[in-house]
Every structure is written in structure tokens, then in C-alpha cells.
């Protein structure tokens, strides 16, 4: 089945610092990726869509400066959060999949603690 | 507007009890409905889907849901709960951008807890 690989799991980074997360999809090419955000009342947000090879469509209100994102290959997106600060701090993940049609595998998300 | 709703924020049912989780949902076009779990700290897991066919979907782990067109619902249901089935629960509906392109929305999530 669909293997979709997030890393790191945990991050914990200093206030003004960048963090990068990555998104492997491992069995598959997906041509096309998600980053998710997750607060803590646990709704989850769309921040954007990652295309490859081309630039990533953001949702409105997510700065896309602060969260770069880079669709590198078509087994590999990551999410930069620039310049990080605490309120930067929460639960991440990415999802990927071949058609969208058939349910989206996902990543198993990354934990972001700025201090 | 494209939305999707959980009304209930947590269900609590007791182990063996049948169990419902609510979903209801807005979008243009044929809906392709999706059910989601989370456990603590993990990514989601997808349990089942509705594209077309039969309005009851069986998924993974013994859940199935049952597709409303009139009443615009996909509740995710089973018949028995496990201790196990503790989690969080996402309904999503795939949309469409003004771009053509299509995306998930999800809902609020439902805490179920089951108990012993």
C-alpha cells in the first residue's frame, strides 16, 4: 500500500530559527502534495498544496513566505517554516496519494515546539 | 460555501454498545466522502471512502458509513465498539478550487471514547 514517510517526528527549535519538515512519499510518485496543520482544538487546516515542479498553491491566510514549500521530485515535498516563533508551534503533516478520487495516505505528522 | 460538520465534539459509547459518528456536508457536484482516524500524536488513517454505488461503505476495522444524499450525511458507524476504537475521527469531502483542481476539506474531528 501507499507509504507516505514524515521526518522529523518531533522538533523542538529556538525562536527565529528555520525548521524544515519533509514528506516522502516511499512506494509511489505523487505528482501532488499536502500540508496540513493541526491546532489544538484539533481541527486540521489546509495550508497548501505542493505541485511538482512548479510552485506550491496556498490557501488564503497562510503566508507563504513564513511556510515555503518545495516540490522538488516526485517522491519528495518539504515545508520550511521560516523564522520561526511560537505561535508557530504545532502539529504538522503532509498526505499524498495517486489519484484523489481514493483517499489520501498521510503522514504521521511532526510536532514543532518553538521556544 | 464547501464545508463539512461534526456536530458532536467527544461520543462516549460503552464496549459492545453500537457506536455513530456524525458528519454532514455542503458541496457542489457528486460528493466523494472520506472517513479519517487519528490516534494520539500520529497522522491519519484512512478508514474508508464513498465515490458511488451502494450507500453503505464497509472500511477498515469493522466501520462502515452510510451515504444520505437527502439528508446530505456520511455517518461512520459500527455495530460494536472496541476500547481499541478510541481515537479521533475526520470526515472529509473532496472540493473543488476556483482553479479546477481539487482538495480536502475536513471537519472539526469527534473524540470517541469508548469504555470499558
Given amino acids: 500500500g501507499a507509504v507516505v514517510s514524515q521526518h522529523p517526528s518531533r522538533v523542538i527549535c529556538k525562536s527565529g530559527t528555520s525548521v524544515k519538515i519533509e514528506c516522502r512519499s516511499l512506494d509511489f510518485q505523487a505528482t501532488t502534495m499536502f500540508w496540513y496543520r493541526q491546532f489544538p482544538k484539533k481541527s486540521l487546516m489546509l495550508m497548501a498544496t505542493s505541485n511538482e515542479g512548479s510552485k506550491a498553491t496556498y490557501e488564503q491566510g497562510v503566508e507563504k513566505d513564513k511556510f515555503l514549500i518545495n516540490h522538488a521530485s516526485l517522491t519528495l515535498s518539504t515545508l520550511t517554516v521560516t523564522s520561526a516563533h511560537p505561535e508557530d508551534s504545532s502539529f504538522y503533516i503532509c498526505s499524498a496519494g495517486q489519484r484523489l478520487n481514493y483517499g489520501y495516505t498521510f503522514g504521521s505528522g511532526t510536532r514543532l515546539t518553538v521556544v | ?116
Avoid: M
Avoid at chain 2, 73 to 91: E, I, M, N, R, T
Fill in chain 2, 1 to 116: 460555501a464547501q464545508s463539512v460538520a461534526q456536530p458532536e465534539d467527544q461520543v462516549n459509547v460503552a464496549e459492545g454498545n453500537p457506536l455513530t459518528v456524525k458528519c454532514t456536508y455542503s458541496v457542489s457536484g457528486n460528493p466523494y466522502l472520506f472517513w479519517y482516524v487519528q490516534y494520539p500524536n500520529r497522522g491519519l488513517q484512512f478508514l474508508l471512502k464513498y465515490i458511488t454505488g451502494d450507500n453503505l461503505v464497509k472500511g477498515s476495522y469493522g466501520f462502515e458509513a452510510e451515504f444520505n444524499k437527502s439528508q446530505t450525511s456520511f455517518h461512520l458507524k459500527k455495530p460494536s465498539a472496541l476500547v481499541s476504537d478510541s481515537a479521533l475521527y475526520f470526515c472529509a469531502v473532496r472540493a473543488r478550487n476556483d482553479s479546477g483542481t481539487y482538495k480536502y476539506i475536513f471537519g472539526t474531528g469527534t473524540r470517541l471514547k469508548v469504555l470499558a
